[in-house]
């Protein structure tokens, strides 16, 4: 079953010194359940790509449908942004909690509010931190943070837009564990954005590959690793190689 489908979605910024083609025309259907990675070198489009999916931008045409729950409804789609984009003013169960009191319809109780909020960060580790505000906390708990925000509504889609990429290599590492873990506990649509191929083939099953803006699709590569996955694996190792080359044959079109 396809959880979203994005159909020949084409976007083009209107700037003072004129109009920037952005991406396009990108097709792509993405499973339900699957772990799909965007990679791309920078301004590519992959941020385009994944904020028009969530409606944060219009695009000139094309389209995203995204499944229709069994219950009928539309699904939850949960973001996390690149910088977490916590409360300042707010503790982290605050934070964690804010959705779920945000909710508009099927407002969820106080006692329900907080097993979900006491579950979601025990899973990422900040049990402990709940009373504690985002400038007490390190980068990578602050992500932790703003991954459990967007978890805690158990969303049928989660968009993630290279949320590690600003980590040291060794708290990004956990992370990138830590939510590979997750997805498949939660069994979510992951969409995530990165420039990193190592990333991207540690976190997948899928990697689409942009071109140089305007981003389009110039390879799909399934990857197929055991878990748990390991970054010193021969298989690992070719399929870096192999995602590297492609790289290296992109060509950057003139604007």
């Given at each position: 079953?396809?959880?979203?489908?994005?159909?020949?979605?084409?976007?083009?910024?209107?700037?003072?010194?004129?109009?920037?083609?952005?991406?396009?025309?990108?097709?792509?259907?993405?499973?339900?359940?699957?772990?799909?990675?965007?990679?791309?070198?920078?301004?590519?489009?992959?941020?385009?790509?994944?904020?028009?999916?969530?409606?944060?931008?219009?695009?000139?045409?094309?389209?995203?449908?995204?499944?229709t729950?069994?219950?009928?409804?539309?699904?939850?789609?949960?973001y996390?942004?690149?910088?977490?984009?916590?409360?300042?003013?707010?503790?982290?169960?605050?934070?964690?909690?804010?959705p779920?009191?945000?909710?508009?319809?099927?407002?969820?109780?106080?006692?329900?509010?907080?097993?979900?909020?006491?579950?979601?960060?025990?899973?990422?580790?900040?049990?402990?931190?709940?009373?504690?505000?985002?400038?007490?906390l390190?980068?990578g708990?602050?992500?932790?943070?703003?991954?459990?925000?967007?978890?805690?509504?158990?969303?049928?889609?989660?968009?993630?837009?290279?949320?590690?990429?600003?980590?040291?290599?060794?708290?990004?590492?956990?992370?990138?564990?830590?939510?590979?873990?997750?997805?498949?506990?939660?069994a979510t649509?992951?969409?995530?954005?990165?420039?990193?191929?190592?990333?991207?083939?540690?976190?997948?099953?899928?990697?689409?590959?942009?071109?140089?803006?305007?981003?389009?699709?110039?390879?799909?590569?399934?990857?197929?690793?055991?878990?748990?996955?390991?970054?010193?694996?021969?298989?690992?190792?070719?399929?870096?190689?192999?995602?590297?080359?492609?790289?290296?044959?992109?060509?950057?079109?003139?604007?």
């Amino acid at each position: 079953m396809t959880a979203l489908s994005v159909t020949g979605l084409v976007k083009t910024f209107r700037e003072k010194s004129g109009n920037v083609h952005a991406l396009g025309p990108v097709s792509i259907d993405v499973p339900q359940g699957s772990f799909l990675c965007v990679l791309g070198p920078t301004g590519c489009g992959k941020t385009t790509l994944l904020r028009t999916i969530a409606g944060l931008e219009i695009p000139d045409s094309g389209n995203v449908e995204l499944m229709t729950r069994a219950d009928g409804r539309q699904p939850v789609v949960g973001y996390v942004f690149q910088q977490g984009a916590l409360f300042p003013w707010m503790s982290i169960y605050a934070n964690v909690e804010f959705p779920l009191r945000a909710k508009k319809k099927g407002n969820v109780d106080r006692i329900t509010r907080r097993q979900q909020v006491g579950t979601i960060l025990d899973t990422v580790g900040l049990s402990d931190f709940s009373s504690s505000y985002p400038h007490q906390l390190s980068g990578g708990m602050q992500q932790r943070a703003a991954l459990a925000r967007s978890l805690v509504t158990q969303p049928d889609i989660l968009l993630l837009d290279e949320p590690f990429s600003s980590l040291d290599t060794r708290t990004s590492q956990d992370l990138q564990e830590n939510l590979r873990n997750t997805w498949k506990e939660a069994a979510t649509t992951v969409v995530f954005v990165t420039h990193s191929i190592e990333e991207a083939v540690y976190l997948a099953g899928e990697v689409v590959v942009l071109g140089h803006r305007p981003g389009r699709i110039v390879r799909r590569q399934t990857i197929d690793l055991p878990d748990p996955r390991s970054r010193l694996s021969p298989e690992f190792t070719e399929y870096l190689v192999s995602l590297r080359r492609t790289f290296e044959e992109l060509v950057e079109e003139p604007d």
